[in-house]
């Protein structure tokens, strides 16, 4: 069990560390890089359908503002 915890915690730093360099890279905005990590800290007690359109909001919300 603690090698499951483990390796649950090495794919978030993997994605923590993933979405850093989109948000180096300019490709994701600050505020799409908080709300990815607030998603992230809720991963392991939210269901899957709900982390997806969380996710797909944060997204849409950032094309929206920059289609204004």
Known sequence: MV???QDFAKAKIL?????EELLKA???SEAQFEAILAL?????TTPQ?????RLQAIFDRERG???E
């Open 65 to 67: 503002e920059q289609n």
């Open 40 to 44: 992230l800290d809720e991963l392991d």
């Open 3 to 5: 090698d499951l915890y």
């Open 15 to 19: 994605l923590i560390a993933s979405y």
């Open 26 to 28: 300019k490709i994701i």
């Open 49 to 53: 359908s709900e982390l997806i359109a």
